[in-house]
């Protein structure tokens, strides 16, 4: 099992050019996750998504899109990408919500480096 | 004051050392996690607690909700213990609290 894989690991953008995050899983599970890690913070949620077919914002969602057309797949979107979303990536996962005592455990695909000239 | 604060936020210590990372938090919460970041950039989850302690291998973490405050303890530390180490804090709606990380390195 490949677990939580990100692709691309990294990319360099000019500012307004688009790209878009791909998260795959094969655990089936229903909750995913995309956070963003900065230096000197904490990591911090973009959009998540309690099942196929929804989404929902995050601490940070704004300059971001997300969609989740089939389970196993959670895509992030920069539609006009900004020298602030210079930062590493991180799609996660989980069967039950995060958030959910001690029973969310994460899964985390191993980043996306982006840097946004 | 930040919700999550971890300390020390950097570590050193020598191989076989007995370690100690602190987390404090000032939220009433329903659960901690503690996570493993790998030089490589990889994060996985060590620990989910609500009281008490737990333990796996050399790795053990304890809570007290009441002081609202977290340990995780590294027993004859490795140098492939070398990592960073986040807690985590749920209870704050849909979503968990990040510590900034504590990063450890273990010399031979």
């Known amino acids: 099992n490949a677990g939580v894989t990100q692709t691309p690991k990294f990319r360099v953008l000019k500012t307004g050019q688009s790209m878009t995050l791909l998260c795959a899983q094969d655990?089936?599970?229903?909750?995913m996750y995309w956070y963003r890690q900065d230096p000197g913070m904490g990591l911090r949620l973009i959009h998540y998504?309690?099942?196929?077919?929804?989404?929902a914002k995050g601490e940070v969602p704004d300059g971001y899109n997300v969609s989740r057309l089939k389970k196993q797949n959670f895509l992030l979107g920069l539609e006009s990408a900004a020298p602030s979303q210079t930062s590493v990536y991180f799609c996660?996962?989980?069967?039950?919500?995060?958030?959910?005592?001690?029973?969310?455990?994460?899964?985390f695909g191993e980043g996306s480096r982006l840097t946004v000239l | 004051k930040n919700e999550v604060e971890q300390s020390p936020q950097n570590l050193t210590a020598q191989e076989g050392e007995f370690i100690t990372i602190n987390c404090s938090y000032s939220?009433?919460?329903?659960?901690l996690h503690w996570l493993q970041q790998h030089p490589g950039g990889g994060i996985v989850s060590l620990f989910m607690?609500?009281?008490g302690k737990k333990k796996h291998g050399r790795l053990i973490a304890t809570i007290n909700i009441q002081e609202k405050h977290s340990s995780l303890h590294i027993t004859a530390s490795h140098p492939r213990d070398s990592a960073v180490y986040i807690c985590?804090?749920?209870?704050?709606?849909?979503?968990?609290?990040f510590g900034t990380g504590t990063q450890l390195k273990v010399e031979l």
């Open positions: 996660a996962s989980s069967y039950v919500p995060s958030w959910t005592g001690t029973t969310g455990e994460l899964f």
């Open positions: 655990m089936n599970h229903e909750y």
């Open positions: 998504s309690v099942g196929e077919g929804t989404t």
């Open positions: 939220v009433g919460i329903s659960a």
């Open positions: 607690l609500s009281s």
């Open positions: 985590a804090l749920t209870g704050g709606g849909n979503k968990l609290t």
